[in-house]
């Protein structure tokens, strides 16, 4: 099995692995709870966390492209890390 790369929420280095991969490369683009995560609390109000919503959209895009498939694999209870893996 090929080695994952880890990206998580770094955009830049998304639209690298993008442009880079090779068919079957895998990349862990979020760790974490991704729906609860996109949503930050600062003083008790809520806030979109506009860069991993960034990130979430256009690697849905992705996928929605035909690029990547989108997989989840849970760390533990609540945790998961969200793998896209190249076409």
Same mark, same amino acid.
């Given at each position: 099995?090929?080695?994952?790369?880890?990206?998580? =929420? /770094?955009?830049? &280095?998304?639209? !690298?692995?993008?442009? =880079?991969?090779?068919?079957? #490369?895998?990349?862990?683009?979020?760790?974490?709870?991704?729906?609860? #995560?996109?949503?930050?609390?600062? /003083?008790?109000?809520?806030?979109?966390?506009? &860069?991993? #919503?960034?990130? !979430?959209? /256009?690697?849905?895009? &992705?996928?929605?492209?035909?690029?990547?498939?989108?997989?989840?694999?849970?760390?533990?209870?609540?945790?998961? /890390?969200?793998? !896209?893996?190249? =076409?």
């Amino acid at each position: 099995m090929k080695e994952i790369k880890r990206y998580v =929420n /770094d955009i830049r &280095a998304l639209g !690298a692995w993008l442009k =880079n991969s090779n068919k079957g #490369d895998r990349m862990i683009y979020h760790t974490g709870l991704l729906m609860k #995560d996109r949503i930050i609390s600062q /003083d008790g109000r809520i806030m979109e966390n506009s &860069a991993l #919503d960034k990130m !979430a959209r /256009d690697i849905w895009n &992705a996928y929605e492209m035909g690029d990547v498939k989108l997989v989840q694999k849970k760390s533990c209870e609540g945790i998961y /890390d969200y793998i !896209a893996i190249r =076409n």
